[in-house]
């Protein structure tokens, strides 16, 4: 645990934190973070930016990415079952009958 004082920045409190803080919670210099008051103590978190497809899929065509995992997942056989919607028609659904 490392003990710091707090300072006044305008109208408001700041904390500088220090080197070992800064690494062990990897922050950087801009970033943003949330702070929350809880039971009389001020809890600081990282706020993860949301992730986008093409951040999650960079780095690969999208044949790679099929040929990568083809076959990783068993879907069970290919039934015509019939529609919930009362339509008449056969509709394809993957191992399970009830669904449409």
């Given at each position: 645990m490392v003990k710091v004082t707090m300072g006044r920045w305008g109208n408001n409190l700041a904390v500088r934190l220090p080197a070992e803080i800064v690494d062990a919670i990897k922050v950087r210099d801009g970033e943003q973070?949330?702070?929350e008051a809880r039971?009389?103590?001020?809890?600081?978190?990282?706020?993860?930016?949301?992730?986008?497809?093409?951040d999650l899929f960079r780095g690969k065509s999208p044949d790679e990415w099929?040929?990568?995992?083809a076959g990783a997942y068993?879907?069970?056989?290919?039934?015509?079952a019939k529609s919930s919607r009362n339509d008449g028609r056969l509709h394809t659904?993957?191992?399970?009958?009830?669904?449409d």
């Open positions: 973070v949330e702070i039971d009389g103590q001020a809890i600081t978190r990282r706020v993860r930016r949301p992730v986008s497809l093409e099929r040929s990568d995992y068993e879907w069970g056989p290919m039934l015509a659904v993957r191992g399970r009958p009830d669904l």
